[in-house]
């Protein structure tokens, strides 16, 4: 089975700080993405990136970077942490395939950030 | 872009009887339809899924249909039991493999015993 792995499941971060929040997997999956979910909102796209060293901005990148130096690894960074930040943080990989193919997630187990 | 709603929000059924989600999107180029059950606390994981060359898929006690003219689709369970309770996320997507999922806001499913 894939793994897909975040490095921290709860995480208690203040206003300002720098955050790194890591993922990485280990089926040589080409696409990653970084999702939050939040109470009534779903499942919300931050970020996802294709390929090494791609990044595409998703439907709320503000606040948000990534970085993806190697292939199993997805880093989705918060420059100044703000409380409206507070949320679960869900990575997710997906072997690319053409079209026809199954394209379904393997998710992590999800960060619990909290700013304060 | 592609827009994704699902209903009910909620939705509680007696332990054996049935449960439907229904979704709805908006891009006619969607062509691949998940649908994702998370447990409380758990990472969401893939239950079911259907491509738009296929108007029902079924797994078991699992089914999902596709009406692409109307542009929905839709989860069916069957005889349901309490370890069926979670959220399910509908999930729409298009083109080739680097294409996003779009997903819905989820639904609570609760079955009583």
């Known amino acids: 089975d894939v793994k897909v792995t975040q490095s921290s499941r709860y995480l208690v971060k203040r206003t300002g700080e720098k955050v790194f929040l890591e993922c990485v997997q280990d089926?040589?999956?080409?696409?990653m993405f970084w999702y939050r979910q939040d109470p009534g909102l779903g499942l919300r796209l931050i970020y996802f990136?294709?390929?090494?060293?791609?990044?595409e901005k998703g439907d709320i990148p503000e606040g948000y970077s990534v970085s993806r130096e190697k292939k199993e690894r997805f880093s989705l960074i918060l420059e100044s942490a703000s409380t409206n930040q507070t949320s679960m943080y869900l990575c997710?990989?997906?072997?690319?395939?053409?079209?026809?193919?199954?394209?379904?997630?393997?998710f992590g187990s999800g960060t619990r950030l909290t700013v304060v | 872009g592609e827009n994704v709603e699902q209903h009910p929000s909620t939705l509680s059924v007696q332990e054996g009887d049935s449960a439907v989600i229904k979704c709805t999107y908006s891009?006619?180029?969607?062509?691949?339809f998940p649908w994702y059950k998370q447990e409380l606390g758990k990472r969401p994981q893939l239950i079911i899924d259907?491509?738009?060359n296929v108007g029902e898929k079924k797994d078991q006690r699992i089914a999902v249909t596709l009406n692409k003219t109307a542009k929905h689709f839709s989860l069916h369970i069957t005889e349901t039991q309490p370890e069926d309770s979670a959220v399910y996320f509908c999930?729409?997507?298009w083109g080739s493999g680097n294409t996003p999922l779009v997903f819905g806001k989820g639904t609570r499913l609760s079955v009583i015993a």
């Open positions: 997710a990989s997906r072997l690319h395939r053409g079209q026809g193919q199954r394209r379904g997630y393997t």
């Open positions: 990136s294709y390929d090494v060293k791609m990044k």
């Open positions: 891009d006619s180029a969607s062509n691949y």
């Open positions: 089926m040589d999956h080409e696409n």
């Open positions: 259907i491509r738009s």
């Open positions: 999930a729409a997507s």
